[in-house]
């Protein structure tokens, strides 16, 4: 089968759905390749270095649309400005159209598509489940969006993010509040982490704590016990309660941080309005707030989609919602193997013929049409990526390990013990005595000595004392001078084997420990 | 030599044996230690040879001594480190069977004489004893050498009654040993000696075939202890002082040093010599399984990882030993050191066949010692420590022993790894461990996958930092 990469048209876009690297491995899936001239030009793929990875270069467009069986795009289908034909025309009956299309959103487009009578795979509708991640198109592309929301960030606020004391004077670090903890969020976290600001964070599903955590953040914690997970690893909307006690965090911290990055979003809704016209106005002179959530709507109301704007009291909102974009040859490498994935899900037998498999839970979940049938939304996912928190059973404690051990439980053996001593003193003739006291004796030594023992001596310990225990050599010694010649014999063997032990093993502890050095 | 003289001189080396155990405590005094376990053994078995005891045929003691030496001299040359566990169990098969041995010597020869009757009881009570410990010991050690080499698949061997099986062997033997404490008055109880023998036997290769690899390392020095034991046993026979007290410093020691690796995994003693690790009946954890994605990588991507790191931590486990990777893991270091990194080893207890297992090997590659630290020492430094390199370790790391209380090793303390920005692990397939269960931390959204032979991946790590 062919796949087609075609040049996105959408204004600004600079992104590729496929690289020269990408390319190889598809070959591989037993693939041929076939890019437009000049596709890969604004992320810095070109035409040469495509086609020396084995791609055909295809200069008309339509030809290229017309020639492909499975055609890769970014950008869902939409009037192309030169050809002034919408992209959705140039498909025929039969091909396979890859990219991210939107489908809550895009209604009607999914219609003109489905009469198109081809396959649709949605690459934002690729499930969450652990096995989709490599082809989680959205995971890649935020990641990308919350690293460049720090480097928007850092471009227009005039100081350091790192505090530094220097020969003028000192500097203090940045704040930085991030408002959603996904993965655009940690990226956001990680970056501004790394270039030395004070990070903090907050989200409403409690169980990303970690996760933030783990990137360098101090996680915020409200005054209030709701669980904003929802299904998938998205989050839901919360309670009237707890919304309040959220904006009156958000209150508060806006007055402190420099810089504030919000994230939140919730699956097929405007997104949530955090950061109010008050907030911003507390907020001091020259901070910066960026909005990933622009293009829903905008978490900060004051938010202008697609641009930045600067408010009367000098705090610039950014509300790019090209962020990926903006780094468009590391998001077009990380697109095109998101797609790579995809297909290689999609190619089981490795030689190009591409198989759309509805068992197949990634593939059914970005499958929007199938054949002319629309099949979205899919059915909801089974597993969540982050495990949800176990509610219902809490760990069952263990009663009978916790049970303290009773007086008498712990005393029950010395007092047998005690017992058949008295009853073996009762018996037993002194001389026997006066050994067994020379014998528990030492065992309360060897239980002193060895008590603090350091764990890596105790393979040297264990050979040392293998070697001393062959002190029953004495027995054997004794019993050679016997009359008898078979009992001789066997003394003979005793003291034999026992000399192996004596020599083995003090070499072998002489040599374990002569490694052991500072 | 007067019989005080032999006294004496077991006096001074059963005080140079304490001194050996309490050497062996720390690195510092620990070859002083060993040094003073050598001149102990060399005056008790000079003191005995000249003694009143030794009358005849002293050259059969030097060729027997000799040759046995040279044996034992040779083998200490040239084993491998990584084959320390089996030689150290083989050694303990020796004492055994020489407790054995000792102890047919002793019943056999009838010149000696008792006073009274009771005495006469105490004395073939106690050779009974002592040929008990040291059979099971022989046995016992015999076994876990095949295991440890592996001759004997190390899976453990569950009879379906196997509990009762050994509470069987013991009322029988208990049963002939009353038989044979009343035939002895008669002369012909030899024949009971032997059957329990036969049992003792038994016994010690049904407890170790029971035992799972995971657990070898306990039972190593529990043999250990066993041997120390029959040593006590034979000294009371013998009515030896010398051997009463070394013997029971060797049990003693042994009990608590397997006493100590029991708690090192949480685990009960008598659990462990019942049997049954793996035996804790394997329940739901593996249907439930979810093909999950593994990130799997190759050496590239973890010397790009550890050249960026600022610090590393090395987890090592068997899969070292049995590649034999500590000196390339040793040179891996060494680059690491050159470009700044911080370097340390975790080592959990249990880690390897045998205690101190890894350290032994570490040691071999000459890693310093004050590199190398404990579960309890290390453990809170993963949260930040950028890279945790894992090298054939398994079980010891599995999270799932904080997490699942189903989990057979549910409550063992293990190292905290999956806190490291990332973790690398190198192993060979995705097979579970020796507790026979997944492990978590595979499909971990920080941990990359080596899957390669230890020794090559770590050659292959240094070529590319």
Not at chain 2, 28 to 52: D, H, Q
């Amino acid at each position: 089968m062919k796949i087609g990469v075609p040049n996105e048209v959408h204004t600004g876009e600079k992104r590729v759905a496929t690289t020269p690297e990408v390319i190889k491995f598809l070959q591989k899936l037993g693939y041929t390749v076939a890019v437009e001239s000049g596709a890969g030009a604004k992320a810095n793929f070109s035409d040469e270095a495509y086609r020396q990875s084995g791609a055909e270069i295809i200069n008309n467009t339509k030809s290229l649309w017309e020639s492909s069986n499975i055609i890769l795009k970014v950008r869902a289908p939409e009037q192309h400005p030169d050809l002034n034909i919408n992209e959705c025309d140039l498909l025929k009956e039969g091909q396979t159209l890859i990219s991210f299309i939107w489908p809550a959103q895009n209604e009607s487009l999914i219609q003109k598509l489905a009469e198109k009578n081809i396959n649709v795979l949605a690459m934002d509708s690729i499930p969450r489940i652990s096995r989709a991640q490599k082809m989680d198109a959205l995971s890649s592309m935020a990641n990308i969006a919350g690293y460049r929301a720090v480097i928007e960030a850092s471009h227009h606020f005039g100081r350091f993010f790192t505090g530094q004391i220097t020969a003028a004077g000192k500097v203090p670090p940045a704040k930085v509040l991030v408002i959603g903890a996904g993965v655009a969020g940690l990226a956001a976290i990680g970056a501004a982490n790394s270039l030395g600001a004070i990070v903090r964070s907050f989200d409403t599903r409690p169980e990303v704590k970690e996760q933030v955590e783990s990137m360098g953040a101090d996680f915020l914690l409200l005054d209030f016990e709701e669980d904003g997970s929802g299904e998938g690893g998205y989050a839901k909307t919360m309670s009237d309660e707890f919304i309040a006690a959220e904006m009156a965090l958000f209150t508060e911290q806006a007055k402190d941080v420099d810089i504030i990055i919000t994230t939140a979003l919730i699956p097929g809704k405007p997104a949530p309005k955090l950061i109010t016209k008050d907030m911003v106005s507390s907020m001091k002179d020259g901070s910066v707030i960026v909005d990933l959530a622009a293009e829903q709507g905008g978490n900060c109301e004051l938010t202008l989609p697609h641009d930045v704007n600067v408010t009367d009291n000098g705090v610039t909102i950014i509300g790019y919602s090209d962020l990926p974009s903006r780094l468009p040859t590391q998001s077009s490498q990380l697109y095109g193997t998101n797609l790579r994935h995809l297909l290689t899900d999609m190619t089981p037998e490795k030689d190009g013929q591409m198989i759309i498999d509805m068992e197949d839970e990634a593939v059914r979940g970005a499958t929007v049409i199938k054949e002319g049938q629309i099949t979205w939304p899919p059915p909801p996912p089974k597993l969540s990526a982050t495990p949800a928190v176990k509610q219902t059973e809490p760990v069952p404690v263990i009663t009978k390990e916790s049970k303290k051990p009773t007086l008498l439980r712990q005393s029950l053996p010395l007092i047998i013990s005690a017992l058949i001593l008295y009853g073996l003193g009762s018996v037993a003739p002194s001389s026997f005595m006066t050994h067994f006291t020379v014998f528990v004796l030492s065992c309360f030594i060897g239980y002193m000595v060895i008590w603090n023992v350091t764990a890596s001596l105790h393979t040297p310990l264990m050979s040392v004392t293998n070697a001393v225990s062959s002190i029953i050599i004495i027995g054997a010694l004794i019993q050679i001078s016997s009359s008898d010649t078979l009992l001789v014999a066997l003394a003979f063997i005793g003291i034999l084997i026992t000399s192996i032990n004596i020599s083995g093993g003090f070499a072998v502890t002489r040599r374990m420990l002569k490694m052991f050095r500072r | 030599m007067s019989g005080g003289l032999v006294t004496v001189s077991y006096i001074g080396a059963i005080i140079l044996f304490v001194m050996t155990l309490g050497g062996l405590s720390h690195q510092e005094t620990s070859r002083k230690g060993n040094l003073y376990g050598m001149i102990g053994m060399t005056i008790a078995v000079l003191a005995t040879v000249f003694g009143p005891e030794v009358t005849t045929n002293i050259h059969l003691i030097v060729i027997a001594m000799l040759i046995g030496g040279s044996i034992g001299f040779t083998l200490a040359k040239k084993v491998e480190m990584t084959q320390m566990p089996e030689l150290v169990a083989i050694l303990h098969s020796l004492v055994g069977l020489a407790a054995v041995l000792v102890g047919y010597v002793n019943f056999m020869d009838e010149s000696i004489s008792f006073p009274t009757d009771i005495e006469k009881v105490i004395h073939e009570v106690e050779i009974y004893i002592g040929v008990l410990i040291g059979a099971v010991t022989f046995s016992g050690s015999v076994i876990a050498f095949g295991k440890l080499s592996g001759m004997i698949g190390g899976s453990p061997l569950l009879l379906p009654a196997r509990h009762w099986f050994n509470l069987g062997l013991l009322i029988l033997s208990i049963w002939v040993g009353y038989e044979f404490v009343h035939q002895a008055e008669a002369g012909n109880a030899m024949m009971y000696l032997m059957i329990m023998t036969g049992i003792a036997l038994l016994f010690g290769i049904h407890m170790v075939m029971a035992i799972g690899g995971a657990d070898m390392p306990v039972v190593i020095s529990m043999l250990n202890s066993y041997s120390g034991w029959a040593a006590a046993g034979i000294g009371f026979t013998l009515e030896n002082t010398a051997l009463i007290i070394t013997g029971a410093l060797v049990g003693s020691s042994g009990a608590i040093l397997s006493y100590i690796m029991c708690k090192g995994m949480n685990r009960s003693f008598f659990n462990v010599i019942l049997g049954g690790f793996g035996a804790t009946e394997q329940s739901t954890n593996t249907s439930s399984k979810e093909q999950k994605p593994v990130k799997s990588g190759n050496a590239e991507d973890a010397a790009f990882l550890m050249k960026n790191a600022s610090s590393v931590i090395i987890v090592p486990g068997y899969g070292m030993a049995v590649a034999q990777a500590q000196h390339a893991l040793r040179e891996m270091v060494d680059t690491l050191k050159k470009n700044d990194i911080k370097v340390t080893y975790a080592i959990h207890p249990v880690a390897g066949r045998m205690p101190g297992h890894m350290n032994v090997l570490l040691a071999e590659a000459n890693v310093p010692y004050d590199e190398v630290f404990e579960l309890e020492e290390i453990n809170n430094d993963f949260a930040n420590a950028d890279v945790a390199f894992v090298i054939g370790a398994n079980d010891v790391t599995n999270p799932v022993a904080k997490t699942d209380p189903q989990s057979p090793i549910y409550g063992m303390p293990v190292l905290d790894v999956e806190k490291c920005k990332s973790v690398l692990f190198v192993k060979r397939s995705l097979s579970p461990g020796y507790a026979g269960i997944d492990n978590d931390l595979f499909y971990k959204e920080n941990t990359l996958m080596l899957f390669a032979d230890a020794k090559k991946m770590t050659e292959n790590i240094t070529k590319n930092l």
